[in-house]
């Protein structure tokens, strides 16, 4: 399948992203010019069933099935309001291309992560967002709900430059009114090298003034 461009990314956002609430649309919108998003739809094979992790407003859920036919995704996300913007994304995406399945739902705790198995999971930006000690046991929970031979997919804000890395905590203070922790990958691909997984793309990307680590793994078949 041919790569996504940036900017078939942006009209994607355009056009799903109406109406109420503004705010929140608008964040959607702009989005894609700091977080590449057609770097990251790369790495998800054809025909994947996805589970998408802290999935927010469902972007990226939205531009695979805006651009897959019959794609099938699920998105997770603590949060009520980003879940409500989704389900209203989806019907927008339902209304101009009904063959997508999209779902989305409230996360209470890890212990109500959809079951999968799934071909691939995905963390965007999720990681410099939970407490301090959490994030193995989050790794955990979502590679066990990878099939054998599927993926995992990893994608965090860097912490390098410094001064990139300030500036990413100062737009977190404003928008999400978090003081954020980093985490360095390192600490993804010990943990999943442990368990018998495969590092197959490791990526680092600027965008403006935002600094991003990729990180893209293959569980074994066996």
């Known amino acids: 399948m041919k790569k996504l461009t940036r900017q078939q990314v942006l009209e994607i956002a355009r056009n799903l992203y109406v109406g109420p609430p503004a705010v929140r649309?608008?964040?959607?919108?702009?989005?894609?010019?700091?977080?590449?998003?057609?770097?990251?739809?790369?790495?998800?094979?054809?025909?994947?069933?996805?589970?998408?992790?802290?999935?927010?407003?469902g972007l990226f859920l939205a531009v695979l099935a805006a651009t897959r036919p019959g794609f099938r995704g699920i998105g997770v996300d603590p949060s009520q309001a980003a879940i409500e913007a989704a389900h209203t994304m989806a019907a927008e995406l339902a209304a101009r291309q009904a063959a997508s399945q999209?779902?989305?739902?409230?996360?209470?705790?890890l212990a109500t992560l959809p079951a999968g198995p799934f071909d691939l999971v995905s963390m965007i930006d999720v990681a410099h967002h939970l407490p301090?000690?959490?994030?193995?046991?989050?790794?955990?929970?979502?590679?066990a709900r990878v099939q054998p031979g599927g993926w995992f997919l990893y994608k965090d804000m860097?912490?390098?430059?410094?001064?990139?890395?300030?500036?990413?905590?100062?737009?977190?203070l404003v928008v999400a009114r978090e003081w954020i922790h980093y985490v360095q990958p390192e600490r993804v691909e010990r943990q999943l090298a442990e368990a018998g997984w495969r590092l197959v793309r490791s990526e680092a990307w600027r965008l403006l003034w935002y600094a991003h680590d990729l990180r893209l793994f293959q569980r074994s078949s066996h």
Request: hydrophobic share 45%; aromatic share 6%; net charge negative.
């Open 102 to 109: 999209l779902t989305f739902a409230r996360l209470e705790s």
């Open 25 to 57: 649309n608008a964040i959607q919108r702009a989005r894609p010019h700091i977080c590449p998003f057609e770097d990251l739809a790369d790495c998800v094979p054809e025909g994947a069933h996805v589970l998408d992790f802290g999935c927010g407003s």
């Open 158 to 172: 860097a912490s390098r430059p410094r001064w990139m890395a300030m500036l990413n905590r100062a737009h977190d």
């Open 132 to 143: 301090a000690g959490q994030l193995e046991a989050h790794i955990a929970a979502l590679a």
